[in-house]
Structures are given as C-alpha cells and as structure tokens.
C-alpha cells in the first residue's frame, strides 16, 4: 500500500499528508460546542441551508458521487441506500439515525453526540430532505445518558429556533426528530431490531424483504444510517463530493473514525483518511503496543482477528483489502490484544457479549451462541476441557456460520473461529494442561 | 414458472415459498416454526437447503451463460437459506439432500435438542412429536452436548385447560404469533432474551375463547390440552373425523377416543370452514359424553318409579300407551343440533302419528335460511365490507375468525397437493388490520368489537327499529334517493355513520351481513335485515342458534302450522311428547303440565329434570357419537362421523324410530341413517353417504324460505334481562370439569353500577329466575353490559332474547368474600 | 391483582408526563410509549413493578403480556429494585484488557457484594455489564446514568466514598485522540503537527465567542 500516495497524489491515504484536515471530529472535544449558539457561530446549519437550494436528487447525487459508504459496519453506499426510497406517494416517510452503538470497540458515535449534537442534527435534516421524510427517528441506545441529554436540549433549542419543526429555515422544508432512548441491548443496532424496539415491540431482527426503504418503521418508506454516516453528509454537502472522494482509495473513498483500544499506549478516537494503513493508525496515532501484542481485530469484536504481524499491519485500511484478507473493516472500532493475554479467555469474554445479546429469536443462536459455545468455554478454562472439545468448538462454529436469522451469530462465530485458526495452540494447551499458556494478570492501571 | 427441485423439475406459481416447491415436488424438507395459515418466519433454521439461480445480464437482460455448458449459470447463494421465508424465482435450483445440506440439518436439530429434555417416554405428544420424528430422520442420533439442561418449569398451568413444560419448548414462536394473527388475542408472549427466553402470560389465564389451537399446532410436548394429559399415548388412541355439533360453523374435528372415552378433541383440517382452527368450547367442551351418569338402557316407570328395561320392552310400552291417541294430540321435538337423519326419522313418526306437531327447539321466529345464497365462510375471509349484528365469537366461533382473516386482506391460498400453504408469504407477523371494513351492532359490547372500525351497542330494545331504520335508509337511496329522516332517532348511530355504512357496503363488491338469532327471532328485525341486505347487495349469512337449525328447517323438520309450533307443546291440548335432548322442565311451570301429560318420552343422553317427570327414558348418543349429516351456517352439508364411546345401548333418534316402527309393526322410513340418507337424496339431491370430510355445498332453496313463522303483531321486545349466547355450552358445563374450573360457573354480567345497587359483587352465585326460569349464575362485572341490564347464556331452552328477570326472587347461594376466606 | 387496586397509578397525577410522552409519537405509532413510559417510571421508583406494567398496559392499550415481553427483552428495565447507587462494570473485551476484571474484583472486596447483589441499606447495587461504548477510555463504570472513564484505583476507592456521602463527583474526561479534552497538555512524542483536532477546536472556540449571529447567550 506504500505505493498509493504515490501514484494517486491527488488522494489523501495518510494522516502524515498536510492535507489532511479533522472535519467531523473538529468540535468533539471541545468544551461548549455542543450549543446551537456555537454549532452556528462556525457555519453550523449552513450545509442545510445549501441543501436546501437544490434538488431533492441532486443532494443524493451528491452523495452518491462522494462514495461515502455506511460507518454502521456494512458499509454499504449511502447515496445508493438513499436512491432506493420508493417514489413520493404521500404517506410519511422516515430516516432513522442508529445511534445503538453498541459493538465491542467501538465509541465514535458517542463522542460526537454529547459533543456536537447539532452536527448530527443537520445530518439527519440533509437526508430528510434528500429523500422526502419530513420525521427523524434519533434511537440511541439507553446507556448514553449523557448524550441523551444533549441530544434532548439540542433538539429543543433547535425547535425553539426554527432548526427544527415546520418550515425550518424558511424552506419550506419540515424536518422534525423524535429521540427515542434503548434499554440496553446490542441487537437494536441491527437496523430491523431497532425498528421494532422503536415500535415498542421485541426487538427481533425481522425479515428482509421487505426492506426499510419498503417498509420500515411502522411499515413506511425508510432510510436507516449511522450517526457517523449521517454526520458525514453535512460536510459533503459543504464541500463537496470531490473533497470527501480526494480522501481513500477507489474502493473506499473518504475518511473514517478508528477506536483504538486495547493494549496500545494512546487509545483514542482518531479521524483518519481511508487507505491509511493499519501500522500507522496503531503505532503512529495509538503510540504502538503496550508490550508485545499478538492480535488484533479491526473493526469490533464482530470481525475475524488478525495476527499482529507485518502482513496485516500493512494492510491498507479499506474494505476491499481486509476482505481480501479476511475480516472486515466493521465499526472501525479496533481493538489490540497483547501476547501475554489468553486468547481462549479473551474469546470467552467476546462469546459470552454475543451470548447475553442474542435476542433468542433463531435456534443457532439461541442455542449455539447463546447456550453452549459459552459452555464449552467455561469448561475449557475451568481446565476440564479435552482436545477433542477443541475440535467440537471449531465444528459447531462453522455450523454457527451462515446459518442463522441475523448476523449475530456470525458475529460471534469470526472471532472465535479465526482465533482457533491462528492460535489454536493455546486451545490446546489448555486442553492439554488444565491450565493457560498466559496465566491472568492484573491489568488494571493504578 | 419453473424450479427444479434435487432435480426435480416443476411449474410453481410467482410468490410460492421454496418450502411449499419442495413439498410440492414430492421431496421433504424439515421445519418447525412454519405453521400452515400463520406467517413464515424464519427462525427454527431447520428448513435451511442450497439454492442457487440464474441472474441476468443487466446491460442485455440475457441469462448469464455457464461458459461450459451454455445454459444459463446458476449463482448460488453463499449461505444456507431457510426455505420458508424465500420466494421461487425463475430458474431456480433447489438442493436439499447434498452433504452440505446434511451438515446444516444435522446441525440445526443438534442445536434444537441442546435445551430439550429428551423426555419422550413420559411426554403426552410422544408419537406424534415433530421434533421426534425430525430428530429421527434429520439428526446424527447421538448428542455432543455434555452440559446440564435449561431446567424450567415442567408444569405450568397458563390456564386450567392448558399446561405449559417450558423445558420442552423449541421457540418456534407458533403459539405467540398464532394468538396475535388468528384471534388476534396478544395474551401469550416471550419473556427475556436468548437462552433465557420462555414463553408465559401476565394476564390471569389466557383471556381468548381460542386458546387451545396452541396445543395442536406446538411441535413438541411443550403445550399439553390439559384435559387429556396422562391419558393415553398417541398411538393407543382411535382417530375419529368429523364435523362438530357444537355450533353452526360445521368446524372439521378430530376425536381421539381410547377404551371408549374421549380423551380429547383437536381440530380438523377444513380449508373452505374452520382451517385448523376451532373454538374452546368447541374443544374442551366434550367431558360430559364421558360423565358417570350417562344414561345407557331405557327405563320405563313401574310404580311412580323409573326402572331399566330393554328397548323392546319400553317401544312396546309406547306403543300400547298411545294406541288409539288423536295423532294430533302428540308433539315431537328435536334439538336444533339433531342430524338431517334424525330429522327425517322424526318426520317419519310424525307421519305416521298424523301430528302436525313436530319442531325443533331452539327455533328463532324467522328462518334462518337465506333468500338464495347464503354467503360463504370464504366470502367472509374474502370481504372488504362487513356488518355484523350480533355476537358471532359466541354464536359461531369460527365465524368469528373468518372476520379476522378478512381484517387481514389476504385472499386464501389455494390448496397444494400436500395441503394448506406450509409457509404462504403473503401472511406477516403484526399485518395492519383494516378495521374500518368491520361494522358491528350488538345489544352489549362483544369482543370482537375490539377488531371493529364501528361498534354501536343500542339498547337491546332498539335493535330492531335501528336495523328498519338502516333498512328505510338504505332502501331510500338505492337509487341516488334522499331519505326521509323519519327515522334517524332510531339509528343508535349519526345519519352520517350510517350513510358511510350504507356506502361502504352497496360499493363493495364482496360486502357481507351476518346476523345471529337477536335479529332472527324477531320477525320485523329480520325482514329489516333482508331489507337492508338486498338494497346494499350484500350476501347474508345467518347463524342459527343451533349446529343444525338451518339443515332442519330446510328439510322441514317444522309444525304443520305455527300453532303447533314447540312453545304450543306444553298447552293442554298436548297429551302425548317426544323429547329429544331436550329439558324443558327447567321451567317450573312447564314441569307442571308435563306432569299432567298421559306419556313423556325423553330421548336423553343423562338424567335432567324432564326425564325425572318422564314414563319412558330412552338412552339418546351425544353429538360425538352421531353418524348423520348436518348443514352449517353457509349451506354446506357435512359429514358427522361417530366415535367409539362406550354408551350401552344409547342411539340417536333413528334408533328411536326403528324400535317404535318394530313396536308398532311398520317400518318407517328413518328408521336406521342408510334408511333416512335413501329420503335426503329424494329431498336434497346429495348422497350424504358420499360426503367428504370437507363437506359439499348444498344449493340454494329457490323462493322464500320455508321456516319463518307468520309475521303476527309482536310487541316490542322488553325485559332486564339479556339472554345471549355461549360458546361454552352451559347445559353441560356442570358434567365439563376443566372447563368448568377455566371458566367458573355460567356467568350473570351486569355493569359494575348495577350490581352495586344491587349489593352484589363479581364472584357472588346466585340463583335469579329469569322468564320464569330459575337460573343459578356467577356475577361478574363487565363494562360491557349497559347499565341495569342483565346477561345470562342461553340453554337450548331459553333462546337468545330479552326476558323479564325476577329480582326480587333473587337468592344469593354463595358470597365472592366468603369464597376467599 | 390486590396489590393493583391499593397502589395508585404512577400516571394519575402527571398527565404532563404521560401527554409529552405519547405526544412524541404519531398517533399510529403510539405502542413506540412503552419504552419511555418505562424509563419515567423505573427512573423515579428506580424498577417496574407489575402494577406499573398493567398501568402502562392500559396506557398504550396493550395486554400486560406484551409490556412484560418487551421490558423483560431489555437489560437495563429491573423488575426488582437496585440501590441508591447501581454500580455498573463494563466487563467487554476493551475494558477487560484495561484490567475491569480487577476493578470488578475490587469493588467486590470493598462493598462486600457479588454482582447481581444490592447491599441491605440499599445504597449500592453491582453489576457486570457489557460493552457500554467507552472501549477507548476503559476501564468504565457507569453509576446509575453517569459514566466514569478509565478509573484508576485511587479514583475508585475515592468514588465510593464521596457516594458513601451522597455525592456524586462530575466525571472527569480523560480521553485521547481526536476528542481529547480541550487544553489536555500535547502528548511527548506527537506523531505528527498539523491540524490536531483540539488546536483547531480551541481556535475556532475561541472565535466563535464574540461573533455569535443570533445574538443568543452562549
Ligand atoms: C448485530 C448487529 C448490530 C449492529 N449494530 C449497529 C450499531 O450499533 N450501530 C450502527 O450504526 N449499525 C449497526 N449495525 C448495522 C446496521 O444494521 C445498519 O447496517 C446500519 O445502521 C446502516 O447504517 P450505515 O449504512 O450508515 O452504516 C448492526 C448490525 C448488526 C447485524
Ligand atoms: S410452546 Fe410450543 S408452540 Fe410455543 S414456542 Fe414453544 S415449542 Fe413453539
Ligand atoms: S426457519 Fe423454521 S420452518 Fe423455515
């Protein structure tokens, strides 16, 4: 990947380039920035406004040119998921901001919104109006309390003041948000879960077809986007498809947020440029491993893991190549795991989050995921485990892959299978032993 | 289009689910959470398979071509798909047999067993267990699951009819989403996530009058008819189908009997009637044929005493005792639930008594059969207009939940080779229901008027001038007219929302009205019912009081003139009776004059206060145990097939006449079903020994129908107390234990106003006489009820209708407060 | 069911409560209340008793089965009271490997509880919770609505004694990255100059101040 800077000039791949400038993530951080009075005193609402003046489609163009994709973790293109509304009929159409957040790793969406509400706020508005929904739907989940509040006061002084409710701005546009507080369950990221838990249903994932743009919440047309996704069209509109495309590679233009925690010496938020590579973001922007590291995975713990090695280090961060290599880019949330950590415990802990987060709906999930993969780890690590259990986990992840209603029970299954693949060793010596090749330590910093 | 199928390939149409195509090619495909009339949902993962299709060229709308073979490429998805919830496509392939496939089965029923208990040897479905048969044919036989079992309640009562083993549930989810999508009752739900997951109720029982369908359509023994547990194992049980007796719906059942009991009812399969579903008094109300006190010999009175005899000994006694009678002298009556067969033995001996006076009871005033036509239950399911008078989830439960597939919009589906739709995607978890189609007027607020756009409850001695009103309305504007206004006081509604209703009904295509007996038995109201009906152009269905009112009347089981109609029965012009199944003498007062009759013979299954008055007891079968016909509210005739149940030598009413034929040395017609079944092919055109379980439709009477009586001067209805019907057959409740205990002693509703001026709280028994009869009654308090006015079930004695109730005779047997301490 | 008609309906006298609540959603979407109806109550009387959910049952016009189906899917809805103070772990991978397994133990030796426990005045309850989304400034505990980010120690043990007291400290902010704290000291060793997001921040703070448009206090 050394060699993309240098024969695309013109694209960004690197916070090293001066050219790169932090947009989205400029006012997190910042004492008071999340008043409308100071989200105004630097253009806030501004790309609205400009929004405003064009067409409905041409605002979707535009962000169909920027090649800005979900920051959800699927990635997929946000203009092409917003030219699938169906034709204006009348009937109420929606966007809903997924602010569930809730994937192991990841944070970015939170920071953003007690610090810079209003960036979020105007986002939602630019898609409104670029697909015709006059409702915002902001389901954040009902542990960030705090951006809650923010989120709550925002929208009340953004109606207040005409930002919101009918005709805001005097465009004749009415763009209005309802912000609707989680409970605590990580499956209402999934975007039909959190449909139906807006609804005040269960929160199981539902099927697919019909999709949102058909029928989505309470049945109407609807376009569901990250907080991060949302946020980014705000400055797309401002400046331009070309600026945001100038960022990343063909594959993935535009620029994303890494979490970066673990065993690193700086974790963080940091605002990066697509393409940039992984051995950058860890050692140049985190300050490196705390200690010899052996693992990392990419994009929250629903993604496979990479060894840490020189391999994957360099790999570019863009979805095409970690897919070629097999995980995802994913939240973004990015996590390093040191050698001295057990690898079967650490995947104890990421099987037993998708285990108390199963919805129940489905029997792999319900029973695999949520039932006996954790089982056989507390066996495994209680020291009365078998080889042949070893090979038991590895058969009955692979039967968890791609069986299941919803993605979950992949999610749990990547990790677990990829640290048998590259670590199976220590399952074994477990097994084996009774006891783990890296014993506990005490890993709190006094 | 075409599919293949493991090679099989076939023509399906557009929509069809992988799932039914498997099937409909002959191969297998296993499931558990599909469930034939409810939506697809995915979850079990069970009927996971390979599919593969072809895709188009984008550019030139050409099949992408497999460069070796030069057919059309087939792309196949990269994940095992579950094939109820995908739709065919053109081109498809289907595998559900390869390795792969394997792996996925054998895989899915692993995860299944992982919380099960493995209980079959003591689990009620054993045998007739899908996961049992699944595990068998789709899994690896042994288990790698080592681990300590979900333990969870094993015998949880979600009510008194039905009991839940939460270790055995598979969370297939049938049973919660059942009671959303058919009766539309949310009283059963997941409580907790993932592994914790279980199935339960805040609500006290479940509060719907379907609930047993859940123990038929749960896959596994989680869901248990509390009245058959411990009964017997499925294999030792002898399978009877038929058609049910309990109501006029003609809903399809299946009667498992052992050792010559009924051990319980589930539902047949009816596509066109019931689908699978049947109603709770349906179900559950079948412990009586079984009760201790059955009568099984005829018993003839020797000194003021009833003494068992033989039934020739008692046809004889007969015989001899109305030798030289005036034939017109002697009543016979039926009950409105007697088969076509019975009803042309009655008939016989009518005849060949010269009595004009034979009926059925009970009878509404008007005929239940519809001028040409009645409408179809599909009709009904297929409607966009409907307005219903009455109270059809009491009269004719599976009426009641054809409106609620009606609410849902979705036309059937037409029947595949292995039957209903297995995974019919149109159908969908939480579907808007288009309430504004459904009207309903009912003297009191009835539960389906929850479901209802408009619910008018007018006072019950308005109902008729609201339907002349709706009818002198409607008939005004057939042709653009304006009405008088002459009437709109009497609407029980706004002018407006009658217009709407008028409109809504004469624009729709497919628009029903159902009304029940409260219409029928009034004269005026039911010719303001066909009023109204025929100048919106709605077909009509009519629900009779009984299961075979309509099929009775229609081979003219009926008086030779009103005069001698049941009611005239008991005048002392009377010197003889034949009851059948009936029990008048509830009413004192008619006790008295059948004492004074010269003979009373009673046809009777057990012993009742008229069989106490009776000279000749004659052991009557009950409806489970009939061979005959009957005609259901739509004007189908179907099958009713006997169970074996262990009745000594208890007949239906054919029996009864071949005995007296032999006494009186004749041979009637009637006088076995084969011999009755010879009458109704001249009358009906049917053979009904050919009827298949389904049933056939029987056509149309050309001109007026033949029951309605003549329409004298009636006074307008009065009274306090609102006779209304019951699912829950009070007549039997007492020899119902379960059902008895599920829903307490026959009810006495009244608003909570008015049983505080009267001193009285919900759960007090009282015995109040109500037009004479006295009628033993728990109180309970229902918003529904319009203040001052009583609500009692109607017995097969004492029609649906307004009657004076005695309060000042009022008893109270036993108190609410004295029951808790 | 007795129970039900001695306590009075949390609702009955805050119709303002319950008309902003239903008023946030469409009148076809009016069953979208059970959450926050659910959040009122559980954040004043600090669970959901049975009662409360019939109440809100009739409130939304559902069967109390189907509030129960929903409130019970959630984790963070209690049936059963908590303390004053519920002390919640985040015990995910980020924060396991920022040492929560032993700041869980910690707390465990110092108020004497196992999670799931309430202490018997009612003051602390602990649980074990799972990713709460501050994976970058883990180790975290969240006290009923507050977050406390990368919890030493020495922050801990001072925690609980201002909670001992009744007090509930402002949480500090200690982050890195691009949302690192306004004024937070540049760290030794900065991989690169240009364009922090906290100078940029801190420049365009200060610029906004004097220029505000709308004139509206700050
Ligand atoms: C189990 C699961 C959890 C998810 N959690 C989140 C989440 O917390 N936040 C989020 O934005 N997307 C989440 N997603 C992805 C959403 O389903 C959806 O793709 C996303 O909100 C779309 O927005 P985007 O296109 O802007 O990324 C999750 C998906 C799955 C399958
Ligand atoms: S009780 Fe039976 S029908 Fe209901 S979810 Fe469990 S297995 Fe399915
Ligand atoms: S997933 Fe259960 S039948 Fe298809």
Redesign the pocket.
């Known amino acids: 990947m050394s060699g993309a800077v240098a024969d695309k000039p013109d694209t960004i791949t690197s916070r090293h380039d001066p050219r790169f400038e932090v947009t989205l993530y400029k006012y997190v951080g910042v004492e008071g920035a999340h008043t409308l009075d100071a989200y105004l005193a630097h253009g806030g609402y501004g790309a609205a406004k400009k929004a405003f003046g064009m067409e409905p489609s041409e605002v979707v163009d535009l962000v169909k040119a920027s090649g800005l994709r ?7 293109p ?1 203009g092409v ?1 917003w030219s699938f509304m169906p034709p204006v009929d009348g009937r109420q159409r929606f966007v809903v901001c ?1 602010a ?4 192991p790793g990841s944070c970015k969406d939170r920071y953003l919104m007690e610090d810079d509400p209003h960036q979020l706020l105007e986002g939602m508005m630019i898609a409104g109006y670029a697909i015709g929904a006059t409702k915002g739907v902001l389901y954040i989940r009902g542990e960030y309390y705090h951006a809650y509040e923010r989120l709550r006061d925002a929208i009340e002084e953004a109606r207040q003041r005409g930002y919101l409710g009918e005709n805001v701005m005097d465009s004749g546009f009415d763009f209005d948000v309802i912000l609707h507080r989680g409970a605590g369950a ?2 209402c ?3 039909t879960a959190l449909m139906n838990s807006f609804e005040g249903l269960r929160a199981n994932p539902r099927l697919k077809p019909p999709f949102p743009a058909q029928a989505g919440v309470y049945g109407l047309p609807t376009t ?4 991060t ?1 949302l946020a980014s069209a705000v400055h797309i509109i401002e400046k331009g498809a070309d600026w945001y495309a100038a960022m990343g590679t063909d594959d993935s233009k535009g620029i994303h947020h890494v979490q970066i925690s673990g065993a690193v010496n700086r974790p963080g938020v940091f605002e990066v440029p697509m393409g940039i590579t992984y051995r950058e973001i860890i050692f140049d922007l985190a300050g490196g491993p705390k200690g010899p590291a052996k693992a990392f995975i990419p994009g929250g713990t ?1 993604c496979p893991l990479f060894p840490f090695d020189d391999e994957h280090l360099d790999l570019p961060m863009e979805y095409a190549a970690v897919a070629k290599a097999g995980s995802m880019m994913g ?1 973004g949330g990015l996590i390093v795991i040191p050698e001295d950590q057990c690898i079967v415990d650490a995947m104890y802990n990421v099987t037993r989050f998708y285990a108390h987060e199963s919805c129940g709906k489905c029997t792999p999930c319900r029973e695999g995921v949520s039932t006996w993969l954790p089982k056989m780890f507390q066996k495994l690590l209680a020291g009365l485990g078998t080889p042949e259990d070893v090979d038991l986990m590895e058969d009955m992840v692979s039967n968890l892959r791609g069986t299941a209603f ?3 029970a992949d ?1 749990c299954a990547w990790p677990v299978q990829t640290s048998l693949k590259y670590f199976r060793n220590e399952y074994e010596h477990l097994a084996q032993h009774g006891t783990p090749l890296h014993p506990r330590k005490d890993r709190w910093q006094s | 289009m075409k599919i293949k199928v493991n090679e099989v390939e076939l023509d399906v149409t557009p929509g069809t689910s992988v799932i039914d195509a498997v099937f409909a090619a002959g191969h297998d495909v296993p499931y558990f959470c599909s469930q034939e009339y409810m939506s697809p949902i995915g979850a079990c993962r069970m009927c996971l398979a390979k599919i593969g299709a072809p895709r188009k060229d984008r550019a030139t709308n050409d099949w992408i071509l497999d460069e070796e073979t030069g057919e059309p490429k087939i792309f196949w998805f990269p994940n095992p798909m579950a094939t109820c919830t995908t739709q065919v496509m053109e081109g498809m392939v289907v595998d559900t047999i390869s390795k792969d496939v394997k792996k996925a089965q054998n895989a899915m029923v692993e995860f299944t067993l992982v919380n099960h208990p493995l209980d079959c040897p003591t689990c009620d479905k054993g045998g007739a267990c899908e996961l049992q048969d699944r595990a068998y044919e789709y899994g690896s036989g042994e288990s790698r699951f080592v681990f300590d079992k979900r333990h969870q309640e094993k015998h949880h009562a979600l009510s008194e009819l039905i009991t839940l083993d939460r270790e055995r549930c598979i969370h297939c989810k049938r049973c919660v989403r059942y009671f959303e999508e058919v009766p539309g009752d949310e009283v059963l739900d997941f409580i907790e996530r993932g592994g914790h997951t279980y199935i339960g109720t805040l609500e006290d029982g479940l509060p719907s009058p379907f609930t047993g369908n859940i123990t038929d359509i749960c896959p596994v023994g989680a869901l248990l008819d509390t009245t058959s547990r411990f009964r017997g194992r499925n294999w030792e049980y002898h399978h009877t189908d038929t058609t049910s007796l309990d109501d006029p719906s003609g809903a399809a059942l299946r009667i498992d009997t052992r050792t010559g009991r009924i051990e319980r009812i589930k539902a047949g399969l009816n596509d066109d009637v019931n689908k699978t579903w049947i109603d709770d008094g349906t179900r559950f109300g079948h412990e009586y044929a079984d009760a201790e006190d059955r009568i099984t010999r005829p018993m003839v009175r020797r000194d003021g005493t009833l003494v068992e005899t033989t039934w020739a000994d008692a046809a004889r006694e007969i015989a001899e005792r109305i030798a030289g009678m005036d034939g017109t002298r002697i009543g016979i009556a039926l009950r409105g639930d007697a088969t076509l067969e019975e009803g042309v033995a009655a008939k016989a001996l009518a005849d060949h008594l010269g009595s004009g006076r034979l009926d059925t009871a009970p009878r509404p005033a008007a005929s239940v059969l519809p001028d040409g036509a009645a409408a179809t239950l599909r009709d009904v399911a297929t409607s966009d207009a409907l307005f219903v008078v009455g109270d059809p989830t009491e009269e004719a439960g599976i009426v009641d939940l054809r409106i609620k597939d009606a609410l849902k919009g979705v036309e059937p589906a037409p029947l595949f080779p292995h039957g209903p739709a297995i995974a019919d995607l149109r159908l969908k978890e939480r579907m808007p229901r288009k309430r504004e189609i459904l009207t309903i007027c009912a003297p009191y607020r009835t539960d389906l008027m929850k479901h209802a756009g408009q619910a008018h409850v007018p006072p019950a001695t308005s109902m008729v001038d609201l339907l002349h009103a709706l009818a002198e309305r409607a008939s005004a504007t057939v042709d653009g007219g304006t009405p008088s206004g002459a009437w709109d006081d009497a609407l029980g509604m706004t002018a407006a929302e009658a217009d709407a209703l008028i409109t809504r009904m004469r624009s729709s295509t497919r628009g029903v009205m159902i009304w029940s007996a409260f219409v029928s038995n009034d004269p005026r109201a039911d010719e303001a019912a066909r009023t109204f009906a025929k100048s919106v152009g709605a077909k009509t269905l009519i629900l009779g009081p009984m299961a075979n009112t309509a099929g009775l009347e229609r081979i003219s089981v009926l008086p030779s003139h009103d005069r001698y109609d049941y009611a005239s029965m008991f005048t002392p012009e009377t010197k003889a009776l034949f009851l059948a199944s009936l029990d008048p003498a509830v009413d004192p007062k008619v006790a008295d004059r059948l004492r004074e009759l010269d003979l009373l013979v009673v046809h009777a299954a057990f012993p009742t206060a008229t069989s106490a008055l009776a000279d000749v007891v004659l052991p009557a079968v009950t409806g489970y145990e009939k061979d005959g016909t009957t005609l259901n509210v739509e004007g189908r005739l179907l099958p009713v097939r006997a169970a074996p149940v262990e009745a000594g030598t208890a007949t239906d009413f054919t029996g009864v006449v071949k005995q007296l034929g032999e006494a009186f040395g004749t041979r009637l017609e009637g006088r076995s079903v084969k011999s009755a079944r010879r009458v109704l092919r001249k009358l009906l055109d049917v053979d009904a020994a050919e009827l298949p379980t389904t049933g056939q439709p029987l056509p149309p009477v050309r001109g007026k129908a033949s029951g309605a009586r003549a329409v004298r001067e009636y006074a307008r209805a009065t009274g306090d107390a609102l006779i209304v019907p019951s699912m829950v057959r009070v007549e039997h409740l007492d020899r119902n234990p379960h059902l008895r205990a599920e829903r307490g002693d026959a009810a006495l509703r009244a608003h909570p106003a008015t049983l505080h001026a009267h001193g009285l709280t919900s759960g007090d028994v009282v015995t109040l006489p109500i037009g004479g009869i006295p009628r033993q009654l728990r109180v309970t308090a229902s918003e529904g009820v319009p203040e001052g006015l009583w609500l009692a079930p109607t017995l097969p004695e004492q029609p649906v209708g307004l009657y004076d109730a005695n309060l000042a005779a009022m008893v109270r047997e036993r108190s609410a407060t004295a029951e808790v301490a | 069911m007795i129970e039900l008609n001695t306590i009075r309906p949390y609702f009955e006298d805050k119709p303002d409560v319950l008309d902003e609540i239903l008023g946030r959603y469409p009148e076809y979407g009016r069953r979208s209340a059970v959450m926050p109806l659910l959040w009122e109550v559980q954040r004043h009387e600090r669970y959901v008793s049975e009662a409360r959910i019939v109440e809100i049952a009739e409130i939304v016009g559902l069967t109390a089965t189907e509030v129960r189906g929903v409130m019970s899917f959630y984790s963070t809805y209690h049936g059963e009271p908590v303390g004053k103070y519920h002390l919640q772990v985040c015990s995910t991978l980020s924060c396991k490997l920022a040492g929560s397994d032993e700041m869980c133990d910690h707390l465990e030796d110092s108020l004497g509880l196992v999670p799931g426990e309430t202490d018997t005045e009612g003051l602390f309850s602990l649980q074990k919770v799972e990713c709460l989304g501050s994976c970058t400034t883990a180790p975290v505990l969240q006290v009923n609505d507050t977050y406390y980010e990368r919890v030493t120690r020495d922050e801990l043990d001072a925690l609980l004694d201002a909670l001992r007291r009744g007090e509930m400290p402002t949480p500090k902010r200690a982050r890195e990255g691009d949302n690192a704290q306004l004024g937070a000291a540049p760290l030794a060793g900065e991989a690169f100059e240009a364009g922090t997001a906290a100078d940029a921040a801190l420049a365009d703070a200060e610029a906004a101040e004097p220029e505000n448009p709308e004139g509206g206090a700050a």
Do not use: H, M, Q
């Open positions: 979900g920051r959800g973790g699927a990635g997929f946000a998921k997924n569930d957040e809730s994937e990580y499956i990221g999934e975007e569901i986007n990250n907080v996704t629903s939240t919803c993605p979950l999610a």
